[in-house]
């Protein structure tokens, strides 16, 4: 049974001809690149009414992702006013909403008991309080602020967990730029009474290495902490979920059954971690049916190492 198409036809009547070919092409992987204004919301919706109207998808085959709660309130709106009740069908999550469904699911793949909980951002400030006040540091705690560092290493963490590097492979990176800093040539000076002795600006350089080098341990506490209390924060959710789908074929095959018809919005501000979810699943597919739509001159994200 079709949906009732409420504004959709009316709708569609007022696409550009860029816009009509975005939404009429509904197989096979299409990336849309568009300035802001220029209908990229509303050409993914329309596309999903398309895809109801033209095969026969229902809505729970569709799985449209975005990154805010926001995006995905005014997508099932538009979607209400084009396609009416069948809108309540389609699957539309942020990215981690949708990672935690997922985990929710098969949590034990994680070798995980129970199903895992997320630490809001008020309770990571406790956690972060209390690993920096039960343990010695000889740069992480300054006195009189124990938590002046706490946005900074906020960043690093997300920085880290959505390119996938871990605090080991972070530790050696930083070890290895030290000794590359001592002993390059270039790092000595050449003249006056401190000739042959390390550079200030290079004393400088290796003290601030030196410094993220406690982040690691940091970090290290900090994992031990979350997982004796089952805890996951919002950066744990995406890497979780790609390990999932990494280590369980099962549940990629089953992904891959359940949602026919992929849409993200917003795609600039995807991180590697997000795309390394999607090629996991369906990167086999010759030719899988993933919409993405963003412009690639609005990264939010991009000191994540989002890119088109």
């Known amino acids: 049974m079709k949906p009732v198409l409420g504004d959709y036809k009316s709708e569609y009547k007022k696409l550009n001809r860029a816009q009509k070919e975005a939404v009429d092409t509904i197989d096979g992987p299409v990336m849309v690149v568009a300035g802001p204004g220029t209908g990229k919301t509303q050409v ?11 095969t026969d998808i229902k809505g729970d085959g569709i799985l449209c992702l975005t990154f ?24 539309i999550f942020t990215f981690h909403s949708f990672g935690m469904k ?25 956690f972060f309080d209390q690993i920096l006040n039960e343990n010695d540091w000889e ?11 706490f946005q900074d290493l ?22 290895k730029e030290i000794k590359f800093l001592e002993q390059d040539e270039g790092s000595r000076s050449t003249r006056g009474e401190s000739k042959g002795e390390l550079k ?49 074929n099962d549940v990629a095959s089953t992904v891959r059954e359940r949602y026919l018809y992929i849409l993200i919005d917003e795609h600039q501000d995807s991180s590697r971690v997000q795309n390394e979810f999607l090629m996991k699943v369906w990167g086999s597919v010759e030719r899988p ?20």
Do not use: C, H, W
Not at 103 to 113: D, P, R
Not at 139 to 149: A, D, H, K, Q, V
Not at 166 to 174: H, K, L, M, N, S
Not at 289 to 308: E, M, N, P, W
């Open 200 to 248: 200030k600006e290079i004393l400088k350089e290796i003290e601030g290495l030196e410094r993220s080098l406690e982040i690691v341990k940091f970090i290290s506490l900090y994992e031990e902490a979350k997982k004796e209390k089952n805890l996951l924060d919002y950066d744990d959710v995406l890497e979780s979920l790609v390990r999932i789908v990494e280590e369980s």
């Open 68 to 91: 805010t709660n926001s995006g995905v309130d005014a997508m099932r709106e538009r979607l209400r006013r084009y396609i009416g009740e069948a809108a309540e069908a389609v699957n």
């Open 102 to 126: 997922i985990i929710g699911e098969n949590f034990s793949v994680l070798g995980l008991k129970e199903a895992p909980k997320l630490l809001e951002d008020t309770e990571r400030a406790i």
């Open 139 to 149: 740069y992480l705690r300054p006195r009189g602020n124990s938590m002046r560092y």
């Open 44 to 54: 993914l919706a329309l596309r999903i009414a398309n895809i109801l109207e033209k």
């Open 154 to 175: 906020k960043s690093v963490i997300s920085l880290l967990k959505r390119e996938r590097i871990t605090a080991e492979d972070f530790e050696v990176a930083i070890k």
């Open 289 to 308: 049916d993933i919409f993405v739509v963003g412009d690639d001159r609005q990264l939010i994200y991009g000191f994540s190492g989002a890119s088109i």
